[in-house]
């Protein structure tokens, strides 16, 4: 049998429809919840074969720490530069290891089918190490194979599983070489920085200050133009304006020499044309046949500036469309630095498929009849052939992406187009001795500007003239203008920079702009022009007054270089990173040491920590006002201790009852977020977790606090689907009392405005596992028989509790449904007694009940 293994599960089942000559292929779930795996019997290699295919969701691990260097108070940045790394599942949920360890067991061959760049390439030898050791061993026979193709067209798959190779494993190296490079150096300056400066400012807004090898030379081509415009002069230049008359229109002439920088020798000049009222004689008309080339072929830098400056969408949007019109079949592989088709790429085919289109089919038809222009010329990086439409696609059939596919397609028809052919004319005229021009064009072919949306080109029409005609002057006039400082830089602008000075590759170029957006570095303004922040525009400073090299773009230049030396087999992968690392580590001792000079700009320019802070709750060491900084990233800080203690980032904090950590003596506050979640906190256990950081992990509270054990005390495990956590009474939330989940946004309302004392039993349900409810309601309101008003009972499984409880966030809750059986898993299923179907509701109260089991086991 023969296992083959996709990047996308979407290119997994198209692959497995293309491949399969004998019916369609059937389809099972595998271990992994989000990959399928489809099977048929077909050939391979001129024998019988049993082929699996099924797929990864992108890398199957990322590069890390170790969790002992993970936490930031503990470790000192200088030493992840020697730090070990390790691989971790990159979504454990996906159970991706553990897939294809299944999946290959009998299995004599693997083809590799991931995408043709340096991750693809990688994730080729994460998917070999989880497969290779639970195959068949064949002796002496190629078991592992690689495909190289550049897009998901049936003809393509096809030609690629005849011409299968072997994968490259100094292109995966390639990408561990980066992968540590980037994360060793973008961690050590990004904690010591984000410690440094959020200890001391208040108003940096923004919750990380980062650094990255390729994100901050990035932000230093904005902050240049930024530092460009500020420190321009404007300086004043003239020009003599002459317009003359002909045929009933004004024309303006355009002198010769341009203009002048100094008004004495303009005001000269204009008296000299303007003496004796001479007219201006036509010394000489030309015609010249011109034309405006087609654009080239289309690559993935293109393609972003394209979108940017015609679409008004972003890099980063911009590749996320692709990639999914990429995978739905509506176009090649979107990331590609070639910009010229290669000789075997079939171009009549290409435009054949468009020729059925509504909108520019009749132009796609015309070109075939009349025979296609040949490609310009152009760099063929040996990657992947440049971005064309595979099939015709209308706005209804592809719905998102269908600005982007429409301007790619009208893009490959215009590369494939004639030239845009025109009659340039040019009539010379001289006045007193001043020399001065007219010039028109008309149309003769419009060429490949016809199937483009900017339109074709229009005609400037010039009247007539005859050599040695005298024409009167209509106006003389000394034009004033300034000269005027350079735009900011636009998305398109920043593309070509980063492309000519190797900053990122044609896949991340996109990531790292947003990233500079992101990190508030810098705003996107009208035109979709990059304004550096105060924050940016410090940071570089401070970077350069400390050591340029670390954000000028030519050393990033050089790691790209040394990783693309390993790639072609050039240098070895341990003494490129070891040699990079060196180098840095000196670097950032240097930083360290001199961050003073970036402190004294930041002085000058934010606020600081005291003046930013308001005083809300009392400290545990000194009893002095902790004060909270409202600004991104919130944080709370004692002066008198000089320590910062993070916070939650989605709620408002005041004090909670002027009651006291018993931990830590610490004055509780009090988190409430938009969606109505709230809870008690202590800023020493949030910072600085009693019962261990990997415990507290993405939980809003632990539940073993003496604080949430008495304000937020557990009820059941939470019924939300992937959801380890566990629903809370909030004790606080009276009269309209509610339930809240310790890790996500799950929220129960409970007993609407009836109940008036609620209180968490210490009796558990006997069917379900959960606590009981002991509650108290209202008399006027009570729900319960013959005037009582107190009752102990499951909220999952009493009728009466669960009637007046819902569920905030609309959607998972489990409802009892009078009439169903009570008890784990009862309530009947899909084809068994009584034949009904079970509900999403069914489902929901059957996964609620095991969860609740489960939390009691705990």
């Known amino acids: 049998s023969v296992l083959m293994v996709a990047e996308k599960p979407s290119i997994a089942q198209t692959l497995a429809d293309a491949l399969c000559t004998r019916g369609k292929p059937s389809s099972r779930k595998g271990v992994s919840p989000a990959c399928s795996v489809h099977e048929y019997e077909g050939d391979f290699y001129g024998q019988k074969a049993w082929f699996k295919v099924t797929s990864c969701a992108g890398h199957i691990y990322s590069i890390d720490f170790p969790p002992e260097c993970n936490v930031w108070d503990r470790v000192d940045p200088l030493t992840l530069y020697g730090s070990r790394t390790v691989k971790n599942e990159a979504n454990p949920k996906l159970r991706m290891p553990k897939h294809f360890q299944e999946e290959a067991k009998g299995c004599s061959y693997l083809v590799l089918w991931l995408d043709c760049d340096r991750e693809g390439e990688n994730i080729c030898f994460e998917v070999m190490q989880n497969v290779v050791p639970n195959m068949k061993k064949l002796n002496g026979e190629q078991q592992v194979w690689r495909a190289k193709f550049s897009s998901l067209a049936p003809v393509d798959l096809k030609r690629a599983m005849q011409s299968l190779g072997s994968p490259n494993e100094d292109e995966a190296r390639a990408v561990d070489a980066r992968q540590e490079i980037d994360l060793k150096l973008g961690c050590s300056f990004t904690r010591f920085q984000t410690k440094y400066f959020q200890g001391k400012y208040g108003d940096l807004d923004t919750n990380l200050i980062s650094y990255g090898p390729c994100q901050t030379p990035t932000l230093w081509f904005c902050v240049k133009r930024h530092d460009e415009i500020t420190s321009f002069q404007p300086e004043s230049f003239y020009t003599i304006d002459v317009e003359v008359s002909k045929a009933g229109r004004d024309l303006a002439l355009e002198w010769q020499r341009g203009q002048v920088f100094d008004l004495p020798v303009a005001t000269t000049f204009k008296e000299l044309i303007t003496a004796g009222n001479a007219p201006a004689y036509v010394t000489d008309i030309s015609q010249k046949e011109d034309r405006q080339p087609r654009p080239q072929a289309l690559n993935t830098v293109a393609m972003l500036k394209m979108a940017s400056t015609r679409l008004g969408i972003g890099p980063q949007q911009a590749m996320h469309m692709a990639e999914g019109l990429y995978l739905r079949g509506w176009l090649t592989y979107p990331r590609t630095e070639t910009n010229t088709y290669p000789a075997n790429f079939d171009l009549r085919a290409a435009v054949h498929a468009q020729s059925g289109h509504p909108h520019w089919g009749q132009y796609a038809g015309e070109l075939l009849q009349k025979g296609l222009a040949r490609g310009r010329d152009g760099v063929d990086m040996g990657d992947h052939p440049p971005i064309t439409p595979v099939k015709a696609g209308t706005e209804a059939q592809i719905g998102e992406g269908w600005r982007l596919y429409d301007m790619v397609t009208r893009h490959f028809l215009a590369t494939v187009s004639g030239d845009c052919k025109f009659m340039r004319t040019k009539v010379r005229f001289e006045v007193n001795g001043e020399e001065f021009s007219l010039s028109g064009r008309k149309v003769i072919d419009p060429g490949f500007t016809k199937i483009q949306h900017s339109g074709e080109m229009e005609d400037v029409h010039v009247p007539d003239f005859t050599k040695g005609e005298k024409v009167p002057l209509k106006k003389v006039a000394v034009g004033s203008h300034k000269t005027r400082p350079p735009?900011?830089?636009?998305?398109?602008?920043?593309?070509?920079?980063?492309?000519?000075?190797?900053?990122g590759t044609d896949a991340s170029m996109a990531t790292h702009i947003n990233n500079i957006c992101e990190r508030n570095y810098v705003t996107l303004s009208e035109g979709r022009r990059l304004v550096p922040t105060k924050l940016g525009i410090g940071l570089v400073h401070g970077f350069q007054l400390v050591d340029n090299e670390l954000v000028i773009p030519r050393v990033r230049g050089n790691i790209e270089s040394s990783c693309t030396l390993i790639a072609g087999g050039k240098a070895q992968c341990e003494q490129v990173v070891h040699h990079v690392l060196k180098i840095f580590r000196e670097k950032f001792m240097y930083f360290v040491k001199h961050v003073d000079l970036i402190d004294q700009l930041f002085e000058s320019t934010f606020t600081s920590l005291e003046a930013a802070g308001r005083p809300i709750s009392r400290c545990g060491n000194c009893n002095k006002y902790l004060s909270v900084v409202d600004r991104r990233p919130v944080r709370m800080f004692c002066k008198n201790c000089d320590r910062v203690y993070k916070m939650p980032q989605n709620g408002q904090i005041k004090l909670y009852k002027e009651l006291r950590c018993p931990l830590d003596n610490f004055e509780l506050v009090f988190v409430a977020n938009k969606v109505g979640k709230s809870y008690p906190l202590c800023p020493m256990c949030y910072d600085d977790p009693p019962f261990g950081a990997k415990n507290a992990a993405g939980k809003h509270w632990e539940l073993e606090h003496p604080i949430y054990q008495k304000y937020r005390p557990a009820v059941m495990s939470c019924f939300a689907e992937n959801c380890p956590g566990t629903l809370c009474l909030d004790v606080d939330s009276a009269p309209k009392w509610q339930i809240d989940c310790n890790i996500c946004m799950q929220q129960l309302q409970i007993f609407g405005d009836k109940a008036h004392k609620?209180?968490?039993?210490?009796?558990?349900?006997?069917?379900?596992?959960?606590?009981?409810?002991?509650?108290?309601?209202?008399?006027?309101?009570?729900?319960?028989?013959?005037?009582?008003?107190?009752?102990?009972?499951?909220?999952?499984?009493?009728?009466?509790?669960?009637?007046?409880?819902?569920?905030?966030?609309?959607?998972?809750?489990?409802?009892?449904?009078?009439?169903?059986?009570?008890?784990?898993?009862?309530?009947?299923?899909?084809?068994?007694k009584g034949g009904k179907t079970r509900s999403a509701d069914d489902e929901a109260e059957e996964r609620g009940r095991k969860l609740a089991a489960a939390g009691k086991k705990r």
Do not use: H, Q
């Not at 900011?488 to 000075?501: I, V």
């Not at 499984?797 to 169903?820: A, Q, Y």
């Open 758 to 832: 609620i209180k968490v039993s210490p009796d558990y349900c006997e069917e379900c596992g959960s606590k009981m409810l002991t509650v108290i309601f209202n008399k006027t309101k009570s729900p319960l028989p013959d005037g009582e008003t107190e009752k102990t009972a499951c909220l999952a499984c009493d009728e009466l509790f669960n009637s007046l409880t819902t569920s905030g966030t609309s959607k998972g809750f489990f409802r009892r449904n009078p009439g169903k059986g009570k008890g784990k898993g009862k309530g009947g299923k899909k084809g068994g």
């Open 487 to 503: 735009p900011y830089l636009s998305e398109s602008d920043l593309l070509s920079l980063m492309e000519k000075n190797g900053i």
